[in-house]
């Protein structure tokens, strides 16, 4: 018999994959918009758990404008650790798994190792501090859970850097891109296999699950342009130059070492899935 799989945030960018690579998986999924399932409020979680009574959720509905969070922290704890409590508590009580997802900004990235999900969390802003809290709750209140830290996550429902970068090329010549910061672009499309392939298994806890690889934004930029044969001037600059109202980690490259030590297959190179997203999503290359 089918499992029923409860999805947050379906509208988002890896919502949206993770409900189409389910249902393709003959998964029975019932992927719920804001407007459908409002996290943030228990008695509509609870009507939809009672409506729906899954055996998995995969929560990936969260507050995820990391600038803003700063100046609207309320908001940010409410969604990302009430709503997640909200949901966790739900699921422990009709004994669903429960796949959470988190974020390399639980780290500072002071460090120049990758990070494995064994090393000690520290946070340097609201969003990441916010995301932290919801991963407690989960530890806490759930025996059945996935904690899956992601990072620079892009897909081709929503807006992320690569459709930014494609739609500036469009008006500009050159552009100014940071330098210092370094990280692992992630597809929705393959996070969503990896937790397809977790979400089989019982072998709970905390997974690190980005494309491989590591590269700076600066980097990430100019494969953006050579993939789509865009000629554009990309200048190397420091987040010094470039400043936001949330601080960034420096280096927030995630070891995949949970996968590895679960035999769970790590994902593709980033240049790879990069390569597979723009050819999927053709009609964002506008200029050449
Ligand atoms: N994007 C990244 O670079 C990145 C990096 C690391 C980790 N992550 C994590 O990966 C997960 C997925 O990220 P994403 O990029 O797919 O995010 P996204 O595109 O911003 O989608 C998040 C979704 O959550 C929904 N949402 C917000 N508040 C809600 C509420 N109160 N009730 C129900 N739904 C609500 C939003 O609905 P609306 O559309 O109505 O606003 C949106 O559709 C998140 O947990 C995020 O923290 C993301």
Not at 41 to 69: M, R
Not at 189 to 199: G, H, K, T
Request: glycine letters at 6%; a negative charge; aromatic letters at 10%.
């Amino acid at each position: 018999m089918s499992e029923v799989v409860l999805v947050t945030g379906s509208n988002g960018q890896l919502g949206y994959d993770v409900v189409k690579l389910l249902e393709e998986n003959n998964y029975i999924v019932v992927g719920c918009n804001r407007e459908k399932l409002d996290i943030t409020n228990l008695d509509n979680v609870k009507q939809i758990f009672e409506e729906v009574n899954p055996s998995i959720i995969v929560h990936c509905a969260a507050y995820t404008n990391v600038d803003q969070a700063e100046s609207d922290v309320e908001l940010a704890y409410k969604v990302n650790a009430i709503g997640t409590r909200n949901l966790v508590a739900s699921a422990e009580a009709i004994g669903a798994k429960f796949v959470y997802i988190s974020t390399d900004y639980v780290f500072d990235g002071e460090g120049s190792e990758p990070y494995n999900e064994f090393m000690p969390t520290s946070p340097l802003g609201v969003y990441g501090h916010s995301k932290l809290a919801g991963e407690e709750l989960v530890t806490s209140l759930s025996t059945k859970y996935f904690i899956v830290r992601t990072s620079w996550v892009y897909g081709s429902n929503g807006n992320n850097f690569v459709k930014t970068m494609l739609k500036l090329s469009e008006d500009r010549n050159s552009l100014n891109v940071v330098n210092d910061q370094r990280g692992c672009p992630t597809y929705t499309f393959d996070l969503a296999e990896c937790i397809l392939n977790l979400i089989n298994t019982e072998k709970y806890g905390i997974y690190h699950a980005s494309n491989s690889g590591s590269c700076t934004w600066f980097e990430f930029a100019n494969a953006i342009f050579n993939e789509a044969n865009i000629n554009i001037q990309v200048n190397p600059v420091s987040t010094l130059e470039f400043p936001r109202p949330a601080k960034r980690p420096s280096y927030s490259v995630l070891d995949h070492m949970s996968l590895r030590l679960n035999e769970i297959p790590e994902m593709r190179p980033w240049q790879e899935a990069l390569r597979n997203f723009l050819k999927v999503n053709k009609s964002l290359e506008k200029k050449v």
